[in-house]
């Protein structure tokens, strides 16, 4: 017997208007992403003001780095493909204001996603990219994800709480089953009366494990200085970041395309761990594999001539192209081996179930590709039982917490990966004068303590950034 669908209690959330702001980084040192190195990018922040059901007036404000190299690979020029990003935010923050519907921010942020995303990516690519190399989906998404996550933070506002303690039937119109559906194999009802809240813990840890990037340029030992490092009293190489920090996870980049590179790499970080007292080690190939057995000829060479370094090695992460419906390749042979975490593919749930048939065993999380979209992908992969990761995008300054946020709440395989404070630690001052905790990595962990009070407790009365004049400024 089907059940009627949920219908809970309309909070009659209304956007009445938006800002968006470009704040540009330059890094410390060169990221490489796949076949790309980022130098610098731009942060785009929004603020959404809304209007809840009592005509009160809030604002929430969401943020993510605009980062070309790891969403948008090609040979296009960085700056090309920056300002193609920066022109869709702009059409982005204009449609939202078209959005005259209310409701809560799972539904607004789901409805603006099915609904109007699509049209407008495929519009932009038609209009402003004719003739060109278009811009992909998983940039749309990026470029819509500071207005999503903003959506969710004044959500939070409007009920007077903490967006987390938000996602249920108490503060919710619909149970999941509006937004999900359950896998053919799965006999019980699709997600019927059930919420989010049902898959995230209750209370958010005080402390979450760090992962440490180690990139593909990142020099391991005295013999890979250049000579061009900087000289910011930050650590250089890997040991030192380990015995400052106290890391006890790192996480490989590798290139995908050059076994006995990738190989030796896994060595020499794995050996570099074990005399500094690492626990675990995650492997990511930067989807340049075309071919499981890449990924199984180097796992078993460290089984067996190196298991200590196999064992530390908690998952493995995207080795395969992004789209996989252009690159549906079975991967089940590598998950036997090492649970095996979609990132990059992981659009939305959708994906994560195609993945699902594929033989992937994990998904890793990014609030870049909407909170709204993190949160469904969450409880369709625990509800089937799939692992979670929440992995970085180098973020810096807000788009900080709202990342950690999502790690505390969904339950991950271990902690959360973190990297701006490599990359641009300067970059956060005035948030990290207010939350200390999330900017610097004490015994290995981030600390969560001063995150408090409504929305994502960003706490931005007490944050004194000065932003720069906003690009749109539409307010009510």
Known sequence: MEHPPFMGPSN?????????????????MP????????????????????????????????????????????????????????????????????????????ELGWQFQEHR????????????????????????????????????????HCNHLPTYECYSP????????????????????????????DFLLKAAPRTLVAW????????????DLTGNEPE???????????????????????????????????????QISIHHG?????????????????????LDRLRDSHPRIYGMLLYVEQPFPYELAEHPIDVHSVSARKPLYLDESAHDWKWVARGRELGWSGVALKTCKTQTGALLSACWAKAHGMGLMVQDLTNPMLAQIPHVQLAARVGTI????????????DASGPEATVHPGLYQRKGGCLELSTLEGPGLGYRLEDIQRQLPEPALDFRP
Request: charged share 20%; net charge negative.
């Open 232 to 270: 910011d009293g930050h650590p250089i190489l890997l040991k030192d970041w380990i015995q400052r920090d106290q890391l006890q996870c790192l996480k490989i980049k590798l290139r995908g395309n050059d076994a006995e590179w990738d190989y030796d790499r896994c060595i020499r970080v794995g």
């Open 31 to 106: 990221l490489k992403f796949g076949t790309e190195v980022l130098t610098e990018v731009v942060v785009a922040r929004a603020r959404l003001w809304v209007s809840n059901a009592q005509g009160e007036m809030h604002e929430g404000w969401g943020e993510t780095p605009l980062s070309v190299q790891w969403t948008w690979p090609g040979t296009l020029p960085n700056q090309e493909r920056l300002q193609a990003m920066q022109s869709f935010c702009h059409m982005l923050a204009e449609e939202w204001l078209k959005v005259e519907e209310s409701g809560d921010a799972l």
């Open 414 to 425: 271990m902690g959360v990966e973190t990297n701006a404070m490599q990359f641009y630690p």
């Open 170 to 197: 108490q503060h919710l119109s619909h149970d999941l089953s509006r937004y999900l559906q359950r896998a053919p194999s799965f006999a019980d009802s699709p997600f019927t009366e059930t919420f989010p809240a």
């Open 117 to 156: 995303l699509k049209p407008l990516w495929e519009h932009f690519n038609r209009s402003q990219r004719q003739g060109l190399e278009p811009m992909p989906w998983l940039a749309g998404l990026i470029c819509l994800s500071l207005f999503d996550i903003a959506l969710h933070d004044a959500f939070g």
């Open 12 to 28: 009659g959330m209304r956007i009445r208007g938006v800002s968006l702001y470009y704040l540009p980084i330059e890094t410390r």
């Open 278 to 298: 690492v626990r675990w080690l995650t492997a990511d190939f930067n989807c340049t594999v075309t071919d499981p057995d890449y990924v199984n000829l180097i």
């Open 212 to 223: 440490h990037l180690v990139g593909g340029l990142d020099p391991l030992e005295a013999e």
